[in-house]
């Protein structure tokens, strides 16, 4: 039980296989003792606050800064003890700046809100039930096969499986990655590359076997097998074959993809910078004097 409320507070992930399996199509298989593994959906969440946490999360992040955690300190020795001056004289300037920095923060918020409500809406197209079927992307799931065109963005980490050229390969840039704006050249498996059309990749059996998630943005281990009537045949998968959420597809008409990390698990999701409020170099020497103040204050 201790475990448990342990896990739900997030002091201890609940325990991961280190590799994921991934049926192409969702193809699973149909015995009893089959367990599937359990993804995200491919929601992108970048706001820091909801409507419900807001004002106590805000004012708990105000206070860790040491200036506003000071001049409350001050406030309530003077609404305490008989002082000279009047407690307002330090308690409305701290209210000013709290209610200011939470309309700004609320505002901001706000806009990263609707961010992640257009990008989760985008139309994509996927394959389920033997049909190309347009859906929002926050409804792709681990497994899908996705198309996307000429110029268009990855809605999640997708590996590839087959494009418009007989030789599988097509261009991105990850511009909006890592900044480097020459294109990458990117691969499909050649069994399956040939698999170019929504009726051939339907008739596609394969699975896929890869790591957990990661931020680096260059790694990716796995490999696929494809259940042939002849043979499996299994083959080995590598950054050239991952198309990250985030990229853009250049200079080729059409690409199919089944997505491996979707949601949070993308690449991108995981090396969001920390949401924590950044600290200039005055105010962390500010904050030092402040401290010294405050034990000085406590002592007497």
Known sequence: ???????????????????????????????????????????????????????PKNLFEQFRRIANFYFLVIFLVQLMIDTPT??????????????VTAIKQGYEDLLRHRADNEVNNTPVYVIRSGRLVQTRSQN?????????????????DLVLLSTDRANGTCYVTTASLDGETNLKTHRAVPEIAKFQTVSQLDTLR?????????????R????ISINSPEEEIVRPLGPENLLLKGASLKNTNQVFGVAVYTGMDAKIALNYKSKSQKRSSVEKSMNTFLIVFLEILVIE
Not at 8 to 32: A, E, K, W
Not at 220 to 223: D, E, I, L, P, S
């Open 206 to 218: 394969a699975v896929i076997t890869c790591h957990q998630p990661e931020p680096d943005l260059y």
């Open 220 to 223: 990716f281990v796995g490999q």
């Open 140 to 156: 792709i799931r681990v497994g899908d096969i996705v198309k996307i065109e000429n110029d268009q963005t990855f809605p999640t």
């Open 86 to 99: 009047s407690p307002f004289t330090s308690g409305l300037p701290l209210f000013f700046v709290i209610t």
């Open 1 to 55: 039980m201790i475990r448990w409320i342990r896990e739900q507070l997030g002091f201890d992930p609940p325990h991961q296989s280190p590799t994921r399996t991934i049926y192409v199509s969702n193809q699973f298989p149909q015995h009893s003792s089959f367990v599937r593994q359990k993804f995200p959906d491919n929601r992108i969440i970048s706001s820091k606050y909801t409507l419900w946490n807001f004002i």
